[in-house]
């Protein structure tokens, strides 16, 4: 997908609206049928995100995860997280690693993963949903969606908070925002800048803001509009690269 920061400064206007009438549940479950529906379910894709190598495979609720790249020493390393577990693999050969360090590795496998099938895995048992009051933004009526997770399936990071705004009309997730716990906690606020259709699904870019520590996520889209959000980093996924 193409690097592109919008140059036009976006206005964003956020009104109390009367609570929406379509629960959440179905908020999300239109937004996924936007995205790809059925086609999450059987996909193959590959995808290069910064220095590595993304695979992503899904089969009637098997799914494996891969992540390749070279270290410092020119090692090739393949990260495989799939229903099974996860496992690295050195030059090909499986290595042993302790219980903190494979925890460590499959979350970031996952985490890479997580945000690109997104909305997809709002479906999750774990996922706690509720509406919040609708906004208008950009002159355009969204549906605002919180996320919260049970500590029972919600992953090491259950205690994370998302806030999802969809459009009304279409069901795009134009923006979301969360707030994490580790590594000492923080604030993101995402805008979509991209979409590209690969295997039947919607993917998209994103530019990635910063928001200072304990922020109201609800309070985001005003203070983005405000330009009072620190832009942090791109989050531009580039399909179908050459393998390493």
């Given at each position: ?15 109390a ?38 695979s ?21 390393i ?15 050969r ?21 945000f ?5 895995n709002?479906k ?7 509406n919040?009051?609708?906004?208008l933004?950009?002159g ?15 992953g090491?990071?259950?205690?994370d ?13 134009d ?13 993101r ?23 200072d520590k304990?922020t ?14 620190e ?10 690269p050459?393998?390493?």
């Amino acid at each position: 997908m193409r690097n592109i920061l919008g140059s036009i400064i976006l206005i964003i206007t956020m009104v109390a609206c009367s609570p929406a009438e379509q629960s959440a549940d179905q908020t999300i479950q239109n937004a996924i049928k936007y995205y790809g529906g059925d086609a999450y379910d059987k996909l193959d894709v590959e995808f290069q995100f910064r220095d590595k190598f993304y695979s992503l495979k899904h089969d009637d609720g098997k799914f494996q995860y891969k992540r390749i790249f070279q270290d410092s020493t020119g090692r090739e390393i393949n990260d495989v997280l799939d229903n099974t577990g996860f496992k690295r693999l050195v030059n090909g050969r499986e290595v042993e690693l302790s219980a903190k360090d494979s925890a460590a590795y499959a979350n970031s496998v996952n985490s890479v993963h997580y945000f690109a099938l997104l909305p997809y895995n709002l479906k999750d048992d774990a996922v706690l949903a509720h509406n919040r009051e609708d906004v208008l933004i950009k002159g355009r009526p969204y549906k605002t969606i919180e996320v919260r997770f049970k500590q029972d399936g919600g992953g090491a990071d259950y205690q994370d908070v998302f806030i999802f705004w969809f459009n009304a009309t279409t069901f795009e997730m134009d923006y979301f925002a969360y707030s994490y716990q580790t590594d000492g906690g923080g604030v993101r606020f995402r805008e979509s800048v991209n979409k590209e259709k690969v295997d039947g699904v919607i993917f998209q870019d994103y530019n990635n803001f910063k928001a200072d520590k304990g922020t109201d996520l609800a309070s985001l889209p005003s203070k983005f509009a405000k330009q009072e959000l620190e832009l942090l980093s791109k989050i531009d996924l580039e399909f179908n690269p050459e393998p390493l």
